[in-house]
């Protein structure tokens, strides 16, 4: 690592091949946590490059514990937090509307690092028990329309990097790998990033892969789409400025999509939309994200992709995929 660290300090970066190589030896355990602190923390000091970007992913997912679920159409809705905007759980919300509109979701998620609330904080405080048995998560995709996967359990080498960004208490490269290494490695991924330069790395990967995609970034700052301005979309066929109009819905202010600031409120907002009794902010804000992500799902116009989202929450089978996959 010290031969690594001094090239790095001396503003070289790392070919497609030490990156990998790199990440694999941080997974298995070579380096201490000192070392790591280091190492990630010239990435907070300069850009990623693509080819480090690219042997970063693939090393985690050579490392992973892999999901086969070949067999069903998933699509996977993360984001890369580290927006520092301390929203409700917006992509969480979204893939439960997703998952009521039919459509098989492959969630892939992680407690909040640079913000309170992740995905697993409020699954788990909801009463999830996270799991990497296979058969209990595809009876959750089969049952539910949706499964979990929570991220510490199927990357188990990523455990020497958890307590030093813990400690670290800001966003690292793992913000942006993390929706690039969801373990089931689905087809369909809508993934919002925090800003435009992470947009250009995704885009440019992305595009290199045979996935179907849609990457979002609100021009406001946001790593999804909030309504509280303009915001881009980029996809196989496009790269595009839209505005909350699009959706037929006004703009909102930053205010009226915060979390609450701790996991409690978070979870009576979220259960509070999930009910459609959510504030007109709060649920167009999701219904938006959910349309986005259906249209990639069904390649229909947004207007017939929001009308399915509509009816998956305002029918509860939103909610009712949220309740089974509890139950399961």
């Not at 280091?38 to 090393?59: N, P, Y």
């Not at 929203?87 to 892939?108: C, D, W």
């Not at 690039?180 to 995704?202: C, D």
């Amino acid at each position: 690592m010290k031969e690594i660290l001094n090239e790095l300090f001396e503003h070289k970066s790392l070919s497609y091949e030490r990156a990998k190589e790199v990440l694999t030896n941080i997974g298995q355990g070579q380096y201490n946590h000192s070392q790591i602190a280091a190492f990630l923390t010239v990435f907070l000091m300069r850009s990623i490059t693509i080819d480090e970007l690219a042997g970063f992913r693939d090393a985690l997912l050579d490392l992973c514990i892999k999901v086969d679920l070949s067999d069903f159409e998933t699509i996977d809705l993360c984001g890369t937090g580290g927006d520092g905007k301390d929203t409700f759980n917006i992509s969480t919300l979204t893939s439960f509307i997703v998952a009521g509109a039919g459509y098989k979701v492959s969630k892939h998620g992680n407690y909040g690092v640079s913000s309170g609330v992740g995905s697993s904080n409020m699954l788990e405080y909801l009463g999830y028990q996270f799991t990497n048995d296979a058969d209990k998560i595809r009876k959750s995709i089969e049952k539910a329309g949706i499964c979990f996967l929570h991220a510490p359990l199927f990357h188990p080498a990523m455990k020497n990097v958890g307590p030093v960004r813990k400690e670290l208490k800001v966003k690292t490269f793992f913000n942006i790998l993390g929706p690039m290494v969801n373990p089931s490695f689905p087809k369909n991924q809508m993934v919002g990033v925090y800003n435009l330069e992470v947009a250009r790395l995704y885009a440019y990967l992305y595009q290199k892969s045979d996935k179907n995609f849609a990457i979002i970034h609100s021009l406001s700052g946001y790593d999804e789409v909030s309504l509280t301005g303009d915001f881009k979309r980029i996809t196989t066929q496009s790269d595009e400025i839209l505005s909350p109009g699009y959706f037929g819905f006004e703009k909102i202010m930053p205010e009226e999509i915060a979390s609450g600031g701790n996991v409690e409120q978070a979870a009576k907002i979220f259960l509070d939309i999930l009910q459609n009794k959510g504030t007109k902010a709060q649920t167009n804000t999701v219904l938006a994200n959910a349309a986005l992500a259906i249209q990639i799902m069904n390649g229909k116009s947004i207007t017939d992709s929001l009308a399915e989202a509509k009816e998956s929450l305002e029918s509860r089978r939103a909610y009712q995929a949220l309740k089974t996959l509890l139950e399961i």
